[in-house]
């Protein structure tokens, strides 16, 4: 099936530092991205989403920047804390998502 | 607003039982979504439902049904469990609308159930 979402399976991040987590797809269809960040034992949550004619879209201390000719999406959270340590999954409409990426925050 | 809710939280199936996962959200939500999530998977989407009265199979149908009994509730059944079907189950919803010439899209995701099939 299209499924968004080749990620490296950790990152490990000094607390104030910046993070970017990297995502691969190979739906070139997909006209809509998102990322999502799930705690442990919690559902998946939104964070900012971005649209295929775009290249980059800015939120509260994250960035997403698309590049459609390597099919590749970043996340990038400013400023890291203890509090963004979870993992980070890149998704689209009603496609599958990959494995994330588990974001580790050091003190 | 509840948001998104699921039951049940937890069940453990015997083998050959049924069940049906319950999924409601009081969004007003089109869309709704049934994933699983296994260890080192991610989510794969099991079904969706674009508006009240539509169902579509994802990535991994088999061994499920849906049901989208209104706009507020979207059920995923499985007829006879197998232990493949271990896992931890999330519904989402969302709404779709277009901003300029391209669809945006939020969901949000419910608590999960987690069903052990043994």
């Known amino acids: 099936g299209e499924s968004v979402g080749l990620h490296l399976p950790t990152l490990s991040v000094q607390e104030g530092d910046n993070s970017i987590i990297n995502c691969a797809y190979s739906?070139?269809?997909?006209?809509?991205f998102i990322w999502y960040k799930q705690e442990s034992g919690k559902g998946p949550q939104f964070i900012i989403d971005i649209r295929s004619n775009m290249d980059k879209r800015q939120g509260q201390r994250v960035t997403v920047l698309l590049n459609k000719t390597v099919k590749h999406l970043s996340l990038q959270i400013a400023a890291t804390q203890p509090g963004d340590s979870a993992v980070y999954f890149c998704?689209?409409?009603?496609?599958?998502f990959g494995a994330g990426t588990t974001v580790t925050v050091r003190a | 607003n509840a948001g998104v809710t699921q039951t049940p939280k937890f069940q453990v199936l015997k083998t050959g039982q049924s069940m049906t996962l319950q999924c409601a959200q009081d969004?007003?939500?089109?869309?709704m979504y049934w994933y699983r999530q296994d260890p080192g998977m991610g989510l794969r989407l099991i079904y969706y439902s674009a508006s009240e009265g539509t169902t579509d199979k994802g990535e991994v149908p088999n061994g499920y049904n849906v049901s989208r009994l209104n706009k507020r509730e979207f059920s995923l059944r499985l007829e006879s469990a197998a232990p493949s079907q271990t896992s931890v189950y999330f519904c989402?919803?969302?709404?779709?609308?277009?901003?300029?010439?391209?669809?945006?899209?939020?969901?949000?995701f419910g608590p999960g159930t987690r069903l052990l099939v043994l």
């Open positions: 989402a919803s969302s709404s779709r609308w277009t901003s300029g010439e391209t669809p945006q899209e939020t969901q949000y």
């Open positions: 969004m007003n939500h089109n869309s």
């Open positions: 739906n070139s269809a997909s006209d809509y």
């Open positions: 998704g689209g409409y009603k496609l599958s």
